[in-house]
């Protein structure tokens, strides 16, 4: 089955820095990334995803990339704000496999003013 | 609050107790899906239905069970068998059209041992 690693576990940036968080997927077969922001106690958010057919989206200071080839992804942050502090998933899911997210393991992300 | 209501938010469980965590959606969602997250880990796949009367098996669904009776619903039993219940469980739905498998979640459940 799928499996999604995730780097780094933690980040620490000043304020106004760009973040980047890395994930990896072993199943050529996945087709649909998204990105999860998750605060403490709360339910995770979708923040931004992207499909195989895509090599790149953005959505104002937050972008995501995709490497078909070598089965990887990324998140971009930029101008980063202490409100951008929080636990960031990756996932990658299949149409066909009734649409289930196999998550990476999270980035705690800590934006230092 | 997102369509997806779970119930309820603090839950504690006996040794030897069954306990049943609520998941109900309005979003008329096909697929809905359950995560237990332990700390400092990602969401791991317990059980997942997508149409009533059929669920399948997610990564770690030992010690689980689920029912699909209603679209609406989809209720998470936690056994006696699980050994380490102790855990956030978070439920969420998808409308599982092609192009949109966007998933939505439920604001979880904290579940703890006595």
């Known amino acids: 089955g799928e499996n999604v690693e995730q780097h780094p576990s933690t980040l620490s940036v000043q304020e106004g820095d760009s973040a980047v968080i890395k994930c990896t997927y072993s199943d050529s077969a996945s087709n649909y990334f998204p990105w999860y922001k998750q605060e403490l106690g709360k339910r995770p958010q979708l923040i931004i995803d992207i499909r195989s057919n895509v090599g790149e989206k953005k959505d104002q200071r937050i972008a995501v990339t995709l490497n078909k080839t070598a089965k990887h992804f990324s998140l971009h942050i930029t101008e980063t704000q202490p409100e951008d502090s929080a636990v960031y998933f990756c996932a990658a899911s299949h149409y066909n496999q009734g649409g289930k997210l196999i998550f990476g393991q999270g980035t705690e992300l800590s934006v230092k003013p | 609050d997102g369509g997806i209501t779970q119930s309820p938010k603090y839950l504690f469980r006996k040794e030897g107790q069954n306990v049943t965590l609520s998941c109900e959606q309005n979003?008329?969602?096909?697929?809905m899906y359950w995560y237990r997250q332990d700390p400092g880990q990602g969401l791991r796949l317990i059980y997942y239905s997508q149409i009533v009367n059929d669920f399948q098996k997610g990564d770690i669904a030992e010690g689980y069970s689920v029912s699909r009776e209603k679209k609406e619903s989809f209720p998470l039993t936690v056994t006696s068998a699980q050994k380490n219940p102790t855990a956030f469980y978070l439920c969420?739905?998808?409308?599982?059209?092609?192009?949109?498998?966007?998933?939505?979640f439920g604001s979880g459940t904290q579940l703890s041992v006595l």
């Open positions: 979003l008329n969602h096909d697929a």
């Open positions: 969420a739905s998808s409308p599982l059209d092609r192009g949109d498998e966007k998933l939505f």
